[in-house]
């Protein structure tokens, strides 16, 4: 199948299609039985480079569904646990000292400790969820080299 037959979408990206995905699990099925990627090519009337190309898809797809499936399971502890902290958050705690309640006039006086913990404890939830969803991914800065001969020009006159 030749790429100029390829569907896409307006912006001229490929699209994944159904039919897509039977040729890559047909691909990975042939290279399961041991064929070669040639072989693959012939037998699905593709290049070579596509048949590898079609594996490779197949073989990631089938990865992906578990750790999906894993990434919704540990979404849904951190929600439960973030609902519990946050209950911890919104009662009513109260200092005690020695056993007894501490009283600041007639009102039993406040305690924040607790509030504050939970706080705290949220904040870890969200990281977690963050980290889980890829929000907290490194971002990637590309630097021309006019800039980085620059930069290095710079720390060598600060280093005299």
Do not use: C, F
């Not at 030749?2 to 569907?7: C, D, F, Q, V």
């Not at 896409?8 to 399961?32: C, F, I, Q, S, V």
């Amino acid at each position: 199948m030749s790429e100029a037959g390829t569907p896409r979408d307006p912006t001229g990206k490929w699209l994944y299609t159904p039919e897509a995905a039977r040729r890559d699990a047909e691909a990975a099925e042939l290279r399961a039985k041991g064929y070669s990627y040639r072989r693959i090519a012939a037998e699905l009337g593709i290049d070579v480079h596509t048949a590898h190309d079609a594996v490779d898809r197949a073989l990631k797809a089938i990865v992906q569904e578990p750790a999906e499936q894993v990434r919704a399971l540990e979404l849904e502890r951190l929600d439960h646990l973030y609902q519990r902290a946050v209950q911890v958050l919104e009662r009513r705690h109260v200092t005690v000292s020695q056993g007894r309640i501490v009283y600041e006039g007639d009102e039993a006086l406040q305690d924040d400790g607790p509030v504050l913990q939970a706080i705290d404890r949220l904040l870890k939830i969200q990281e977690r969820r963050a980290r889980l969803l890829g929000l907290d991914a490194a971002t990637k800065a590309s630097v021309s080299s006019s800039v980085r001969y620059e930069i290095v020009g710079i720390n060598a006159e600060d280093l005299q």
